[in-house]
């Protein structure tokens, strides 16, 4: 597609719900990436795809968070058991390797 | 891990005026800097990046200077206009290892008409 496209744009689920956030990157672009953005922060590293694998997916928080991308194009960001603290603007950016990032549109996660 | 600091965090320049940003970074590997622009309720737009082998680029009224011993990089916005009023933010990353971004804080850049 034209730009990195993120769905839904706003979720609003209950705490210890399950969610799915999807990320559709630049035809072409090997590689992938999720970042969080909290209120008045920056974008805080959590998963890079390089194709299919996680090279490296040291930035998530902890075990509810899961990513997957089966045919190195789409890609869905899994959280498990929802807390208020995961509330924040969920980033999907997708490069050429080794190029700047161009940046979806963000889905608003609000756990409530 | 790397460490990005951004200064100021806020900044209100007089349309016409100059702005400047300064960012520092912690880890000598990071070799790629890109200036992102974020207004409210968008994406990040990358509006500039340098390479570690150049000390300055320069864009139209954007230029970006690196100094390597330092660790510094800075952003230089000229002749400001009220459309220039964003979030700003700065990051390093080492290309090569993932090519994961380290952002700052963000700077909230005012420009008054």
């Known amino acids: 597609g034209a730009g990195v496209s993120q769905t839904p744009s706003n979720k609003v689920t209950e705490k210890g719900k399950y969610v799915e956030l999807r990320c559709d990157p630049i035809?072409?672009?090997?590689?992938l990436y999720w970042y969080r953005q909290s209120l008045g922060q920056g974008p805080e590293f959590l998963i890079y795809?390089?194709?299919?694998?996680?090279?490296?997916d040291s930035g998530l928080p902890n075990d509810r968070f899961f990513a997957v991308r089966p045919e190195g194009s789409v890609s869905t960001l899994k959280i498990q058991r929802t807390e208020r603290g995961d509330s924040a603007v969920y980033l999907c950016?997708?490069?050429?390797?080794?190029?700047?990032?161009?940046f979806g549109s963000g889905t608003r996660l609000t756990v409530v | 891990g790397e460490n990005v600091e951004q200064h100021p965090s806020t900044l209100s320049v007089q349309e016409g005026d100059s702005a400047v940003i300064k960012c520092t970074y912690s880890?000598?590997?990071?070799?790629?800097f890109p200036w992102y622009k974020q207004e409210l309720g968008k994406r990040p737009q990358l509006i500039i990046d340098?390479?570690?082998?150049?000390g300055e680029k320069k864009d139209q009224r954007i230029a970006v200077t690196l100094n390597k011993t330092a660790k510094h990089f800075s952003l230089h916005i000229t002749e400001t206009q009220p459309e220039d009023s964003a979030v700003y933010f700065c990051?390093?990353?080492?290309?090569?290892?993932?090519?994961?971004?380290?952002f700052g804080t963000g700077t909230s850049l005012t420009v008054i008409p």
């Open positions: 990051a390093a990353s080492c290309k090569g290892a993932g090519n994961q971004f380290y």
């Open positions: 340098i390479r570690s082998n150049v």
């Open positions: 880890d000598s590997a990071s070799n790629y």
């Open positions: 035809s072409g672009h090997t590689a």
């Open positions: 950016a997708s490069s050429l390797s080794g190029g700047g990032y161009t």
């Open positions: 795809f390089q194709g299919t694998g996680a090279a490296d």
